[in-house]
């Protein structure tokens, strides 16, 4: 798949609303997983073929319950918890 005219960041959140993502690249994107009232940050570089292939997935929406979410809606999380 070929993201060329893909403009970055791009956002996206599982269907459940637990797990949020902010793709800052074709190879790179941060991950906030909320558990129970915490939450905690990530950030992936995509190095394997299969981090390469998730953020392919992300971004195509090609799995289900990925769906499209905001910058404020990451931003928001961001304010809201104290992330690691």
Same mark, same amino acid.
Request: avoid cysteine; hydrophobic fraction near 30%.
């Given at each position: 798949?070929?993201?060329?005219?893909?403009?970055?960041?791009?956002?996206?959140?599982?269907?459940?609303? /637990?797990? $949020?993502?902010? %793709? =800052?690249?074709?190879?790179?994107?941060?991950?906030?997983?909320?558990? @129970?009232? +915490?939450?905690?940050?990530?950030?992936?570089?995509? /190095?394997? $073929?299969?981090? %390469? =292939?998730?953020?392919?997935?992300?971004?195509?929406?090609?799995m289900? @319950?990925? +769906?499209?979410?905001?910058?404020?809606?990451?931003?928001?999380?961001?304010?809201?918890?104290?992330?690691?």
């Amino acid at each position: 798949m070929s993201n060329k005219g893909t403009d970055f960041p791009q956002y996206r959140k599982l269907s459940n609303n /637990k797990v $949020y993502y902010k %793709i =800052l690249n074709q190879r790179e994107f941060d991950e906030i997983q909320i558990i @129970g009232s +915490k939450a905690q940050l990530f950030t992936t570089q995509a /190095k394997q $073929y299969p981090e %390469i =292939l998730k953020i392919q997935d992300l971004l195509s929406l090609s799995m289900e @319950g990925y +769906k499209l979410s905001t910058k404020e809606e990451f931003e928001n999380l961001l304010d809201n918890y104290t992330l690691r």
